[in-house]
């Protein structure tokens, strides 16, 4: 059975760095991660897969937000830098246990609580 355990949200300043982190137990294939805003839908971020390292984000996070893996300890790290306002929401790590379109919440098996990250000016 997959589980996975989320840290690292908070708050920050507006031009601050976060470092989420996903630790999964069990057989994946993936690990992506998802925000979701007050009154939006939930948006992909990023994935990673633990082999063939095969890296993807979200055009918005790109050049401030870095995936990377740790895949003796199987956790996933999302390491956030330039921070702003628009950036707050409550970020999901989930996982798959296959190859898929990783921007598709829907072929994620796994999801884990979900932790909140809140950006002020």
């Known amino acids: 059975q997959v589980q996975l355990v989320e840290s690292g949200g908070g708050f920050v300043q507006a031009g601050g760095s976060l470092r989420l982190s996903c630790a999964a137990s069990?057989?994946?294939?993936?690990v992506g991660w998802f925000r979701q805003a007050p009154g939006k839908d939930r948006e992909f971020v990023g994935a990673?897969?633990?082999?063939?390292?095969?890296?993807y984000y979200l055009d918005s996070v790109k050049g401030r937000f870095t995936i990377s893996r740790d895949n003796a300890k199987s956790t996933v790290f999302l390491q956030m830098a330039g921070l702003e306002p628009e950036d707050t929401a409550v970020y999901f790590c989930?996982?798959?246990?296959?190859?898929?379109?990783?921007?598709?919440?829907?072929?994620?098996?796994?999801w884990g609580q979900g932790t909140q990250v809140t950006v002020s000016s």
């Open positions: 989930a996982a798959t246990q296959r190859p898929a379109y990783y921007h598709l919440g829907r072929n994620y098996d796994y």
């Open positions: 069990g057989r994946t294939y993936a």
């Open positions: 990673v897969t633990w082999t063939g390292n095969s890296i």
